[in-house]
């Protein structure tokens, strides 16, 4: 019989917490992949529309058409989204007892889509 506590019913005292499980997946983690997922898709839609474009109009596209311009807008707003995805993927990785992988997942894609959207982009401007 335990005469600490006078507990009949014990046997043993623990002294280590039980541990934590964790919870689910982050839901930051989650929004980043899905948004690293659309924005990389939408860049790689609208590019290749436009090179398509380019290509077969004789003469080139005309900048100033509003196809052209919507498309170019279109570009720029995937561009902010796979920002957003990569500060919700680093937000997923900084909580605390909560499945990561979809975090880092996002934080690589949009990662690596920025880095292949600036190897294209940033040598055509010179």
Known sequence: MDTENNNPYQTSVSTNPPALPRKGHSKLGIASFVTAI??????LTLGVSLGYMELNTPGGIDE????????GLGIILALF???ISLGLGI???IQKERKKIFSVLGV????LILLVISIIIIPSLF
Not at 38 to 43: H, Q, W
Not at 108 to 111: C, D, E, L, N, R
Request: avoid cysteine.
């Open 38 to 43: 659309v924005g990389g898709l939408l860049f």
């Open 64 to 71: 100033t058409s509003k196809v052209v311009i919507l498309m």
């Open 81 to 83: 989204i796979l920002l």
């Open 91 to 93: 937000g997923g990785l």
């Open 108 to 111: 690589v894609f949009s990662f």
